[in-house]
């Protein structure tokens, strides 16, 4: 089977406006995360991860004149997929495809009486809005899977490739921090009013955070960026559990994880690290923790990168995805952070300082309401040039 690969990339997010300056915040242990304090959208503090508007305003100019055409979602990601487009110099065409992935896109047009439409709120405006403000020439495809839909699209954009319908796909996720998201949680109880803590024994729930991120998945080795990945094995499962509540047994994720290991041909134990979903709340934290005992993975690394941007929902598996990437490259393990002291069952090896050590692989995965799980298993790659 045809090798495909992740390559070049962008994030959009409060940490910065390009991949090498979020990473490098990363790697400097640098949070976006900050007490806001609004009682028109909650009537307590709490934390969160949001741009500037100001600077993405800016930003925006420098790719369209028209501030006014476009809601705050869609700016953000066309900034990040125009970097891509840059990158990577190719030409669109027929054989190129676009992905774009969110769990609720423009929702904040539902929520006060600006002056856009209510109808850019449909998924299928927003993807026509990105598609035709860089002139692609094939229907837009959108993946809405909840928390699992950025990384799901990477998956998505492989077998699309495989099966012969694309040469190269253009993946754009996003999610934003709206009223209507913050009191979805609330209703939850799921909200922590301190920075949150994946894994941690005093972990308290999530922070919201809002992200833009693109990528470029392609059969094509001939101009791959440094930091590119093979994309060697996926899988998704549904564990049909409950409409918000992740499975007691970690089924799903185990078996999505599983088959993807063996797509991939690789052992559990050799998995260099585990770009885990680690939320911070007591129910998905705990399952993780059983689902990768079960692989018999407790003791590869693993981190969790909420504790830098919130919970971006959708965007988050993209997002954390290029991350882990650029992890490969600099062979360099990121904090988990916010980490203090075991909190789960079993055991997980959380990384608690930056280390240095060789990878070649890693496991990046995401689960969500309604029971969704998704695992994808990324090879290091050595970027060749025409």
């Known amino acids: 089977m045809t090798k495909i690969y992740a390559s070049h990339n962008n994030i959009i997010s409060s940490l910065g406006f390009?991949?090498?300056?979020?990473?490098?915040?990363?790697?400097?242990?640098?949070?976006?995360?900050?007490?806001?304090?609004?009682?028109?959208?909650?009537?307590?503090?709490?934390?969160?991860?949001?741009?500037?508007?100001?600077?993405?305003?800016?930003?925006?100019?420098?790719?369209?004149?028209?501030?006014?055409?476009?809601?705050?979602?869609?700016?953000?990601?066309?900034?990040s997929l125009n970097d891509v487009l840059k990158q990577s110099k190719n030409k669109i065409s027929e054989r190129t495809g676009l992905i774009i992935s969110t769990t609720k896109g423009n929702i904040d047009v539902l929520e006060n009486n600006g002056p856009f439409p209510k109808s850019k709120a449909y998924l299928s405006e927003l993807a026509k809005t990105i598609a035709d403000f860089y002139n692609f020439k094939t229907e837009p495809i959108v993946v809405s899977n909840a928390c699992v839909s950025g990384v799901l699209a990477v998956a998505i954009a492989k077998r699309y490739i495989n099966a012969g319908m694309f040469d190269e796909v253009f993946v754009v996720s996003g999610d934003l921090?709206?009223?209507?998201?913050?009191?979805?949680?609330?209703?939850?109880?799921?909200?922590?009013?301190?920075?949150?803590?994946?894994?941690?024994?005093?972990?308290?729930?999530?922070?919201?955070?809002e992200v833009a991120a693109s990528i470029l998945v392609t059969k094509d080795a001939t101009n791959?960026?440094?930091?590119?990945?093979?994309?060697?094995?996926?899988?998704?499962?549904?564990?049909a559990n409950h409409i918000s509540g992740p499975s007691r047994t970690g089924e799903g994720l185990y078996r999505s994880a599983k088959v993807a290991l063996k797509e991939a041909g690789v052992?559990?134990?050799?998995?260099?690290?585990?770009?885990?979903?680690?939320?911070?709340?007591?129910?998905?934290?705990?399952?993780?923790?059983?689902?990768?005992s079960r692989l018999g993975m407790s003791e590869v690394p693993l981190n969790s990168l909420k504790g830098y941007f919130g919970h971006t929902l959708g965007a988050s598996g993209l997002l954390e995805t290029i991350i882990g990437m650029h992890s490969l490259c600099q062979?360099?393990?990121?904090?988990?952070?916010?980490?203090?002291?075991?909190?789960?069952?079993?055991?997980?090896?959380?990384?608690?300082?930056?280390?240095?050590?060789?990878?070649?692989?890693?496991?990046?995965?995401a689960s969500g309401f309604g029971g969704c799980n998704t695992a994808v298993v990324f090879k290091k790659q050595q970027p060749t040039k025409t």
């Open 18 to 79: 390009n991949s090498k300056t979020v990473v490098q915040q990363v790697a400097n242990e640098k949070s976006g995360l900050e007490r806001i304090e609004n009682i028109s959208i909650l009537p307590f503090p709490f934390y969160a991860s949001v741009i500037d508007k100001s600077k993405l305003n800016n930003a925006f100019a420098e790719i369209s004149e028209d501030q006014n055409s476009y809601t705050r979602l869609e700016k953000m990601m066309l900034l």
């Open 177 to 209: 921090v709206t009223q209507f998201i913050l009191s979805g949680f609330n209703s939850f109880q799921a909200l922590s009013t301190e920075r949150c803590k994946p894994y941690s024994d005093d972990r308290a729930g999530i922070n919201i955070g």
């Open 224 to 239: 791959l960026c440094k930091e590119a990945c093979e994309i060697a094995g996926d899988s998704s499962c549904n564990d």
């Open 267 to 292: 052992k559990p134990n050799e998995i260099d690290y585990i770009s885990a979903h680690g939320t911070a709340t007591s129910f998905n934290d705990e399952m993780e923790s059983i689902a990768f």
């Open 331 to 365: 062979n360099t393990l990121f904090t988990s952070l916010g980490f203090s002291a075991k909190g789960t069952s079993e055991p997980l090896n959380v990384i608690t300082k930056p280390t240095k050590t060789e990878l070649n692989s890693f496991l990046k995965t």
